[in-house]
């Protein structure tokens, strides 16, 4: 029975090591791909928070700030347990993840593939596992390096690391329920993975800069 014991604890604790591991490393990735901003179109990126700290706790306070030429991204990490979970926004104050699929209005989101939604019918097998609150975002007081930021654009971005593989919000109206693709729209805050992220500001910083040209 001790050898049983002794067993199980072992494999446990192998499970909690990969996962944090997993967790680790995923974020670790996002910061990288977020600090090359500064080299792909000459951003400023500042971080408010230890990076893994949304990890335990989210906060009203922007994890990371990346500010561009005429946009200032305030960007908050939110975590999907393991990875591959199923997200939904009940309201614009808390979110609860699921462990089985879950469809909703015809679409499943796979935000590791941009814009790729898989048609589904109205049957639902899910079941939530975690419920988190998503405080109000507040704008920090940070200066830009020519002028008060405020006179940008402020874009507020929630930054899912890891992802998951669906992703849908209860509509403002409290009418209907929608699946959000990379780049959309939840409660005001646009919604990324850290490779749909980097990819956006880039593009936008190189569209602003050809209008200032032509």
């Given at each position: 029975?001790?050898?049983?014991?002794?067993?199980?604890?072992?494999?446990?604790a192998a499970v909690?090591?990969?996962?944090?591991?997993?967790?680790v490393i995923k974020?670790?990735?996002?910061?990288?791909?977020?600090?090359?901003?500064?080299?792909?179109?000459?951003?400023?990126?500042?971080?408010?928070?230890?990076?893994?700290?949304?990890?335990?706790?989210?906060?009203?306070?922007?994890?990371?700030?990346?500010?561009?030429?005429?946009?200032?991204?305030?960007?908050?990490?939110?975590?999907?347990?393991?990875?591959?979970?199923?997200?939904?926004?009940?309201?614009?104050?808390?979110?609860?993840?699921?462990?089985?699929?879950?469809?909703?209005?015809?679409?499943?989101?796979?935000?590791?593939?941009?814009?790729?939604?898989?048609?589904?019918?109205?049957?639902?097998?899910?079941?939530?596992?975690?419920?988190?609150?998503?405080?109000?975002?507040?704008?920090?007081?940070?200066?830009?390096?020519?002028?008060?930021?405020?006179?940008?654009?402020?874009?507020?971005?929630?930054?899912?690391?890891?992802?998951?593989?669906?992703?849908?919000?209860?509509?403002?109206?409290?009418?209907?329920?929608?699946?959000?693709?990379?780049?959309?729209?939840?409660?005001?805050?646009?919604?990324?993975?850290?490779?749909?992220?980097?990819?956006?500001?880039?593009?936008?910083?190189?569209?602003?800069?050809?209008?200032?040209?032509?």
């Amino acid at each position: 029975m001790t050898n049983i014991l002794e067993l199980f604890l072992i494999i446990a604790a192998a499970v909690l090591i990969y996962k944090l591991v997993f967790y680790v490393i995923k974020r670790c990735v996002a910061i990288r791909k977020i600090l090359t901003l500064k080299g792909t179109c000459g951003a400023a990126v500042s971080f408010l928070r230890f990076p893994f700290t949304s990890f335990f706790r989210l906060s009203e306070t922007p994890d990371a700030v990346v500010e561009t030429d005429d946009s200032v991204y305030l960007v908050r990490f939110i975590d999907t347990p393991s990875g591959g979970k199923h997200l939904h926004f009940a309201s614009e104050s808390f979110f609860v993840t699921y462990t089985s699929t879950h469809w909703s209005l015809g679409g499943l989101l796979h935000m590791r593939r941009r814009y790729r939604a898989v048609a589904a019918g109205s049957h639902s097998t899910s079941a939530a596992q975690r419920v988190r609150i998503l405080p109000q975002l507040k704008i920090p007081e940070v200066h830009s390096r020519k002028k008060e930021i405020y006179a940008k654009k402020l874009v507020p971005v929630l930054l899912f690391n890891p992802a998951p593989k669906e992703l849908s919000y209860v509509t403002k109206e409290k009418t209907s329920i929608k699946v959000a693709f990379t780049g959309d729209e939840v409660y005001g805050q646009k919604v990324f993975t850290a490779t749909t992220f980097a990819i956006h500001v880039d593009r936008a910083t190189r569209e602003a800069k050809n209008k200032i040209f032509y």
